[in-house]
């Protein structure tokens, strides 16, 4: 994949789809930094940890100064708590909206400088939340929609120095899975709807930015992969009385 020595920065990368993002580039050979507000409760091999909040513009400007060179920058810290809309304010919604929209904006603006003297790469890790219904989570699917537009404006704003892409994706048996799907009979039954039969492993996902991030995704630009296992099946299926003699 050509990514021997290139240094990849992973926000958010020291657990599930971050730790499998930053585990993925160190195996392709490169070099690894991962930042988030606290560090990995498990050493992450072939990365390199430091703190950051992406909350703060400064931290995050200074964060990137401080790199000599920056080739890959992986958008994805993100996530929200379940909370329907008329349980909180509009302020707390915002909080999501900006964690998960306005930080990887504020990263990759840091960056860019970077990215553009090499001919890099931005990843976004975008979720299919962002194109349907997300009850509970109305502000974070509002916020993925906004970062997959972020992402296809940045393309084109950015081109031919750095190209920007975005992998939206479903659903991914992380280590916390059992939390959100019941235990792992609830992760076998949603695995049953998925057509792939599973849920996405967090070296999925890596593996998938490993070849955005490569030289074999050099004419892919302003794209956005569904990494879903097919989607969800229609409801209707199930609901329709279906004549199978005809």
Known sequence: MGLDGKVVVVTGGTR????????????????????????????????????????????????????????VLVNNAGGTPYRRLTDADAGRHARVIELNLVAPLTASLAAYEQLRRVRGSVVMIGSVSGGRPSPGSAAYGAAKAGLESLARSMAVEWAPEVRVNTLVVGMVRTELAHLHYGGEDGIASVSRTVPLGRLAEPADIGAAAVFLASDAAAYVSGASLLLHGGGERPVFLDAATVNKEA
């Open 16 to 71: 599930g789809v971050g730790a499998g993002v930053a585990k993925a580039f160190a195996e392709a050979g490169a070099d690894v930094v991962v930042c988030a507000r606290r560090p990995p409760e498990v050493p992450l091999p072939g990365a390199e940890f430091r703190a950051l909040d992406l909350r703060d513009p400064e931290a995050v400007r200074a964060f990137f100064t401080a790199l000599p060179r920056v080739d």
